[in-house]
């Protein structure tokens, strides 16, 4: 797998028409090459592929790059300015929205006369559509995920403290074999519902209230991310309400995803319903986004969104309702896309749940 998603950096070199593509993103570096570490930058060609790192990571590189051939540095700016120059290149594609200012201006300034272009989108549209490998590590990280919620949701009770229960949630996860989180959970209870990232705090959980798990594992590098809302008691008639429209909405969504739709229309089929209920200025963010070594990487679903949906791609549907005052409610799933539709892989039912 790994070998073949350097012809697929090659193949987005090629289409930003630059003789030499420099990758400074250590979450692509891991994609195209297999490596984990913290330190190492990566220079494609049409015929090569050179991985640079230091003394710390040589051996972890020689183990892990394939692709690409491993190349030791003691100054990772000389190394980079000798291989351009060795190449003979006359053209330098890169990453502008990853690249600090300062290492542009130090390359830039050490190779006068080289055409810089950025490449930002061919590169984060190659780990859009997910092969077998990533689709099964995917599957197994959501699977963590959403048995370790229905584990701890016995301890979401009155008098619960948000942090405690956000404790309790990523170790299970651990127990269950995550390398850890996948990002700071949210766990909002009561008016705080109606805070979209409202991360677990020390306020206590009530009985009659709404509770929002927003959270994800991390396994093998990969992320998940999975959206349940509780009731703690037998919610009131505006509660199952605004729930009820959020499920619907998602329903819906999900329903309207297959290759060849665009990701604006699936949007709009939860965003319009969710409007036609009264709700619509309370939906404020995107319906998704992609999921994989990031928890947030391309695809996006959202009004301004410009992409079609691909088989093998996998994101999220999580659309919300926040009321201040009131609290909230968000349902998210995580779906790869099929060549009829999609399936969901993270595993909660997301009909209302009474604790």
């Known amino acids: 797998m790994l070998s073949n998603r350097v012809l697929k950096a090659r193949g987005a070199l ?19 090459t297999g490596f984990t570490g913290s330190e190492g930058t990566l220079l494609v060609s049409q015929s090569a592929g050179w991985f640079l790192t230091d003394s710390r990571y040589t051996s972890q590189a020689g183990a892990q790059v394939k692709g690409a051939q491993v190349v ?6 000389d190394s980079v300015v ?12 890169f990453e502008a929205g990853h690249m600090s200012v300062q290492a542009f201006r130090d390359l830039e300034g050490r190779l006068p006369g080289l055409r810089f272009i950025p490449a930002d989108n061919e590169l984060t549209l190659l780990r859009a559509v997910k092969d077998a490998e990533e689709l099964r590590t995917l599957e197994r990280v959501a699977q963590i995920a959403s048995q370790s919620l229905l584990e701890i949701l016995p301890l979401a009770k009155p008098g619960a403290v948000e942090s405690e229960l956000a404790w309790a949630l990523e170790v299970a996860m651990r127990e269950r074999g995550a390398e850890g989180k996948s990002f700071d959970f949210i766990v909002a209870s009561g008016e ?36 349940v809302t509780v009731s703690l008691g037998e919610p009131d008639s505006r509660q199952r309400e605004v729930y009820e429209t959020v499920r619907v909405a998602q329903e819906l969504a999900i329903e309207a ?14 965003r319009d319903y969710i409007a036609s209920k009264g709700f619509g200025p309370y939906f404020g963010h995107g319906l998704g ?10 695809p996006t679903a959202s009004p301004r ?26 349902i998210e ?21 009474i604790v």
């Open 192 to 227: 705080r519902g109606a805070l979209p990232h409202g991360r677990a705090s020390e306020k206590r959980l009530a009985a009659g209230e709404l509770v929002t798990f927003d959270y994800g594992a991390l396994f093998e590098g990969y992320c998940s991310d999975e959206t």
């Open 289 to 298: 986004h992609g999921i994989g070594i990031d928890i947030h990487e391309p």
């Open 14 to 32: 090629q289409n930003v028409g630059a003789d030499l593509l420099l990758i400074t993103n250590l979450s692509n570096i891991r994609y195209l």
């Open 333 to 353: 799933d995580s779906v790869v896309v099929e060549s009829d539709g999609c399936r969901r892989i993270t595993q909660v039912p997301k009909q209302l749940m």
């Open 72 to 77: 030791e540095f003691s100054n990772r700016l």
């Open 305 to 330: 969104s410009t992409q079609v949906i691909e088989e093998g791609m996998v994101f999220t549907v999580e659309p919300g309702i926040y009321l201040p005052g009131f609290g909230g409610v968000r």
């Open 82 to 93: 000798a291989l351009v120059r060795e190449s003979g290149a006359a053209s330098l594609a």
């Open 257 to 270: 995803v297959r290759p060849g739709v665009s990701f604006k229309d699936v949007d709009a089929k939860a």
